[in-house]
């Protein structure tokens, strides 16, 4: 005995009115005057809005903890100053999480279309990249950034 439990949706395809049931074509024409509403509108931007303010904080998150560290380093050379060393390069590993806020800040990096942050110019940045394999194997790993300070 073969049961149908759910229907097969393909969002690709048009949608042939004929073969929608009266009860489909009426939840399917709410849907739609839902949707056009004014108030649906405003939630969904108000959404997007919120999505887009969190997205920015992260960013901002990063930008600062980043940029802290490298003054600290390579600035100040707090690390390798009682050893009366200078640091020439610095290399940061940053949790996976924030992968999608490090795209932002350094699309080329990640082989996408954009410029750097513009508060990174004076820096050359370099990504570790791992074995593809190593990365398939562990997806929540760490990326590597490797800085060094331009010289003129």
Same mark, same amino acid.
């Given at each position: 005995? +073969?049961?149908?439990?759910?229907?097969?949706?393909?969002? $690709?395809?048009?949608?042939?009115? +004929? %073969?929608?049931?009266?009860?489909?074509?009426?939840?399917?024409?709410?849907?739609?005057?839902?949707?056009?509403?004014? *108030?649906?509108?405003?939630? =969904?931007?108000?959404?997007? %809005? $919120? +999505?887009?303010? %969190?997205?920015?904080?992260?960013?901002?998150?990063?930008?600062?903890?980043?940029?802290?560290?490298?003054?600290? $380093? !390579?600035? #100040? #050379? #707090?690390?390798?100053?009682?050893? /009366?060393?200078?640091?020439?390069?610095?290399?940061?590993?940053? /949790?996976?999480?924030?992968?999608?806020?490090? $795209? =932002? !800040? @350094?699309?080329?990096? @990640?082989?996408?279309?954009?410029? @750097?942050?513009? /508060? @990174?110019?004076?820096? /050359?940045?370099?990504?570790?990249?791992? #074995?593809?394999?190593? +990365? =398939?194997? *562990?997806?929540?790993?760490?990326?590597?950034?490797? *800085?060094?300070?331009?010289?003129?």
């Amino acid at each position: 005995m +073969r049961v149908k439990m759910r229907r097969v949706l393909d969002v $690709e395809s048009p949608v042939n009115l +004929r %073969e929608l049931t009266p009860l489909d074509k009426i939840k399917a024409g709410i849907v739609t005057q839902w949707m056009h509403t004014n *108030f649906y509108k405003n939630y =969904r931007k108000r959404k997007n %809005e $919120e +999505r887009y303010s %969190e997205q920015v904080k992260k960013d901002e998150i990063v930008k600062s903890l980043l940029l802290s560290r490298l003054y600290n $380093e !390579l600035g #100040n #050379n #707090n690390t390798l100053k009682e050893k /009366d060393k200078v640091c020439d390069s610095i290399i940061i590993s940053i /949790d996976h999480d924030y992968v999608e806020s490090l $795209e =932002r !800040l @350094f699309p080329a990096l @990640f082989d996408k279309p954009g410029s @750097f942050s513009k /508060d @990174f110019l004076s820096y /050359d940045v370099v990504r570790i990249k791992e #074995n593809a394999d190593i +990365r =398939r194997a *562990f997806p929540d790993m760490k990326v590597l950034l490797k *800085f060094s300070k331009k010289t003129l």
